[in-house]
């Protein structure tokens, strides 16, 4: 559902949470929402970023940022070069950069809550126009009979 919500122009997606907290699954489910093969799609911790062109013609970058010090290695691992029209970017533990990422992006933290094996907690928040949009139709499809089918909670932010 996030993946149909993402805009054409590309959009950041940052991931973040514990080791083990689903973080590349979450990946997997994005990049099989757009096309790719969800079996194609691994940890990029030793590659650092793994790129898939989609078949409508955008591109998607799985970067991973666990072994990266500074946003300067972020930046040597070609980053940059990422952020182009039309590449939907996911980074794994980009909250460990988030001065050097752009300003409008989605971060969604994943959590177990109370170490549940079976079950997440996905916090999402957007910090500018376009991944407020994105979020807001994400959050809609979430609302609608797709997230009641899949047993969703949403909690507003007064709860948490």
């Known amino acids: 559902m996030l993946a149909a919500s993402l805009p054409a122009d590309?959009?950041?997606v940052v991931l973040s949470g514990p080791?083990?907290?689903?973080?590349?699954?979450?990946?997997?489910?994005?990049?099989?929402?757009?096309?790719?093969?969800?079996?194609?799609?691994?940890?990029?911790?030793?590659?650092?970023?793994?790129?898939?062109d989609l078949a409508?013609?955008?591109?998607?970058?799985?970067?991973?940022?666990?072994?990266?010090?500074?946003?300067?290695?972020?930046e040597s691992a070609g980053f940059l070069d990422l952020l182009v029209t039309g590449t939907i970017i996911l980074i794994?533990?980009?909250?460990?950069?988030?001065?050097?990422?752009?300003?409008d992006r989605i971060e969604i933290r994943i959590s177990r809550p109370d170490e549940t094996p079976t079950q997440?907690?996905?916090?999402?928040?957007?910090?500018?126009?376009?991944?407020?949009?994105?979020l807001s139709e994400w959050e809609s499809k979430l609302v609608g009979e797709n997230g009641q089918q899949l047993g969703l909670e949403l909690l507003d932010e007064k709860d948490g």
């Open 120 to 134: 997440r907690r996905l916090d999402a928040v957007a910090s500018g126009p376009t991944s407020t949009r994105a």
């Open 19 to 52: 080791l083990g907290a689903g973080k590349t699954l979450f990946a997997k489910g994005i990049a099989e929402g757009l096309g790719v093969d969800p079996e194609a799609v691994t940890s990029p911790t030793f590659a650092i970023s793994t790129e898939y």
């Open 92 to 103: 794994e533990w980009g909250e460990r950069f988030l001065d050097a990422l752009p300003a």
């Open 56 to 74: 409508d013609g955008r591109r998607l970058a799985h970067l991973d940022g666990y072994r990266l010090e500074s946003a300067a290695e972020l």
């Open 10 to 12: 590309g959009l950041l």
